[in-house]
């Protein structure tokens, strides 16, 4: 049982470090094949959306440090779902169709879904329980 928490833990650290890494690109201007015009506007109208989202953050919570642990949450609340989907597919899989011959196997299948349903209801509720206690706790 400690080892499928452990591995759950280490693969949402996973997932949450890499939506929110920063990578930096660099284009090559001799090749202007890579990147048209489009392209480039696309990714500048998807970058200020989200830093206009961001912006709107800051500015409801009073804080620059509130507005971005929303906007962080707000995040892993939007991708958590279909991450939380594909566990709890996995866990049925293991629990109806792998687990017809091995009780070991059933039971890990639902441990998988008790586990990412448990997932779920945390990074669905987690924003809702910040928002109370930061708008209304700080009288």
């Known amino acids: 049982m400690k080892k499928k ?10 997932i949450l470090s890499s939506l929110f890494a920063i990578n930096k690109v660099y284009a090559d201007t001799t090749k202007s094949d890579v990147i048209n015009n489009q392209t480039e506007s696309t990714l500048v109208e998807l970058k200020e959306k989200e830093l206009k989202q961001l912006e709107d953050y800051e500015e409801a919570y009073g804080s620059k440090s509130y507005g971005v642990t929303a906007y962080a949450l707000h995040k892993v609340q939007v991708y958590s779902i279909p991450f939380c989907f594909i566990g709890i597919i996995l866990g049925a899989v293991y629990q109806y169709v792998l687990g017809v ?14 586990s990412f349903v448990t997932i779920a209801i945390i990074c669905q ?3 809702l329980v910040f928002t109370i206690v930061v708008k209304f706790g700080r009288e």
Do not use: D, F, N, Y
């Open 5 to 14: 928490v452990a591995i759950i833990t280490i693969s949402l650290v996973i």
């Open 101 to 114: 011959r091995h009780i070991e196997t059933k039971e890990k299948g639902l441990a998988l879904m008790i």
């Open 125 to 127: 509720v987690l924003p």
